[in-house]
């Protein structure tokens, strides 16, 4: 069978599936839990600077297409957050990337801080700067200038030696522009994409909002289209590697945003629809496919389809 493994900024991965952000990476033991089902790595829920509440419930609606949610990055913040991975690192059987998030820009270099003064670290920062309920002072997120995305990149870049990978949103018109400004900051890698939206449904019969924050980041198949236009996008923008993300649910997906130009391939939505049975299913699909064609290392595919006319 052919061999998943392959490096993502000089990090091994044993296979491109990572676990994204927010999903079931909460606690040291189920870090452990996802990586023993078959993950190639682990991205921690987005780690506030101090305790954050999140939104009201309801916070998550799913339909066989997409999810919407609007969980709002609750969180016990960074001092909690230190002991959990504490709980992970030392004994890790594949990465871990921890994602970051602040509300302004100095938070973001002192959750770094924090991360870059522990022992056994993390190997890569993934930095959230795509959420669509966390703004800068002209109301938008981050990731939707060019000029704040690089400055928090920075901010980023001086507070650690880890390598960093920064995480845009598709409700751009030019998330290729904002990712090489990432690039030109520092950014070691991009991560594409956050949730897409926000969206909004209501129930006719109780005429309420069925989300308590009447909106929330639409994630799952439904945006796979649009990530692989974003992946594809990026990768003709810049040199650094991709974690691909948005709506993968099959192995056969993950290699065809892999071909897009995606190094990693972060899964989210598919682990609520499969449980955690799709890191097996999905690593044997892709490994088949690959012996099928001849391709004995994965690492060839990614972009493949640039090299087409
Ligand atoms: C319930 C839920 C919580 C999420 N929490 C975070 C988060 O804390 N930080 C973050 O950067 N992205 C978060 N995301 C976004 C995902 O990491 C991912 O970018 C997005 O859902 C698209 O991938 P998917 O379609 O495979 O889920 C969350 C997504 C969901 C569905």
Redesign the pocket.
Known sequence: MTNLSLKCSGITFPNPLVL????LGVTGASFAHSVKKGAGGI?T??LWKNPHPGHKNPT?FGTPEY?M?A?G?SDAGITKAVEELGQYLPTRKAPLIA?I?GGKKEEFRDIAIAIEAMTEKPDML?V?I??PNVEDEFGKPFACETATAAEVTSIVRKATTLPIAI?LSPNVTNIGKIARACQDAGADAI?A???VGPGMRWNIDLKTPILANRVG?V???A??PI?VKAVYDIYQSVDIPIIA????NSGREALEIMMAGGTLV?????I?YHGDDFWEKATKEMADWLTKEGITDISEIVGLFHQLK
Request: net charge positive.
């Open positions: 994204a952000s927010g999903i991205t829920k987005s998550m999810f949610n969980v990055l994602n998030v993934e959230n795509s959420c995480k991560t994409i956050n949730t980041g994630s799952g198949p945006i796979f990530a993300t948005g709506g993968v972060g899964v989210g939505t598919a609520y």
